[in-house]
């Protein structure tokens, strides 16, 4: 059964740290960018990062650019995405999500999704 587990959201500070995490199984993540969705109240899921579970490429939308760092740990099938200096803007529920390789960081092409984890950033 194909699963995907985040980990590590919260409550920080604006300029503050988080790092999640993401574990994959029950499916052959090679086929697959495993990739950082958010959403925020009333606004559509968007793709924040993605790496390829095959070269190691990866992708980070403007916004995060210089301020958030994704990696993988092939061994475990994790993925990580470390997020430094944290704005209010950032906040939202961050889905983990295999997105089939064909396809560029965006929603539509996840086939298989987490269950979310909740970032707020507030003071």
């Known amino acids: 059964q194909p699963q995907l587990v985040e980990s590590g959201g919260g409550l920080v500070q604006p300029g503050g740290s988080l790092r999640l995490s993401c574990a994959a199984s029950?499916?052959?993540?090679?086929?697959?960018?495993i990739g950082w969705f958010r959403q925020a109240p009333g606004k559509d899921r968007e793709g924040v990062s993605c790496?390829?579970?095959?070269?190691?490429?990866?992708y980070l939308v403007d916004s995060v650019k210089g301020r958030f760092t994704v990696s993988r740990d092939s061994a475990k099938n994790t993925v990580y995405l470390q997020m430094n200096s944290l704005k209010p803007e950032d906040t939202g529920t961050y889905y983990c999500g295999a997105v089939w390789h064909q396809y560029e960081c965006i929603a539509r092409g996840v086939h298989y999704w987490g269950n979310g984890t909740l970032v707020t950033v507030s003071s």
């Open positions: 790496i390829s579970a095959t070269d190691g490429s990866t």
């Open positions: 029950g499916f052959t993540v090679d086929y697959y960018r």
